[in-house]
């Protein structure tokens, strides 16, 4: 009995302590993402260093999860914040739309490739009617929202190339999405979700769907942000997670 409530109490006092050392590591981050608020304007000129300050919030998350999770993080959540902070750098410059979209395309299958790995299966299940049925609701509406933009990327100047190119990035977003909701890991299912929000927001303003918003821009980075916070913290505790069930089982 005592040995079971030691183990219960070092379990308690090392997910504090991992807590409070995580949340200390992401302070380079809350400040770097506060700088870009504070600086950025909707109608800032595009720049080398718009562009530092736009893809800093990311690239201090990778730093983050490298140094939490290891080289083995390069090929999954590390790989895709970097590939994010590249789309992060090409979104400055409108012309470089589609390399920043190939960019975050690219995260995302990093992502889901991350997502289907045993640290997030061994606490997955995707048998449950409730998780099917999120998979069918969610790749119904990213269906539903390619037919609605479809005819606004018709007027695009770029169609031929941006209207096979956005149906395939819906595909790969959409699948990360399910595949986080899949893991059951509270902050990466979030994650997985607000990122669908801000490409979403991003969409409809960059292909003039909606009228422009007053806070539109705001909308797209503040889930952006949040989102790879999420699926960060998430990758972390998923680490955690799984070195500890190894102590355990030891």
Not at 71 to 90: E, I, K
């Amino acid at each position: 009995m005592m040995d079971i409530l030691e183990t219960d109490a070092y379990d308690r006092r090392k997910r504090r302590n991992t807590s409070c050392a995580l949340f200390l590591s992401l302070l380079p981050f809350f400040l770097s993402a506060a700088v870009f608020f504070y600086l950025w304007t909707p109608d800032s000129t595009a720049s080398i260093i718009s562009a530092g300050v736009k893809s800093a919030p990311t690239l201090l998350l990778a730093a983050v999860v490298l140094s939490w999770n290891g080289g083995q993080s390069v090929l999954g959540v590390v790989g895709g914040l970097l590939f994010s902070a590249v789309g992060d750098c090409c979104l400055v410059w409108p012309e470089l739309f589609l390399h920043g979209m190939g960019a975050f395309a690219v995260a995302h299958m990093l992502y889901s490739f991350t997502f289907l790995s045993s640290r997030y299966t061994a606490y997955s299940s995707s048998s449950s009617f409730w998780t099917r049925s999120l998979y069918l609701i969610l790749f119904t509406v990213g269906g539903g929202f390619y037919i609605y933009i479809y005819p606004f990327l018709q007027k695009t100047p770029n169609s031929d190339t941006l209207l096979p190119a956005v149906g395939v990035y819906i595909v790969l977003i959409v699948l990360m999405g399910a595949l986080a909701i899949r893991t059951r890991n509270v902050a990466t299912l979030l994650g997985g979700l607000f990122f669908m929000v801000s490409d979403v927001s991003l969409a409809l303003q960059v292909f003039k769907v909606t009228a422009p918003m007053e806070h539109g821009n705001a909308l797209v980075m503040v889930t952006y942000y949040l989102a790879q916070l999420l699926i960060a913290v998430g990758d972390v505790n998923a680490m955690n997670k799984e070195d500890f069930a190894k102590w355990k089982s030891s």
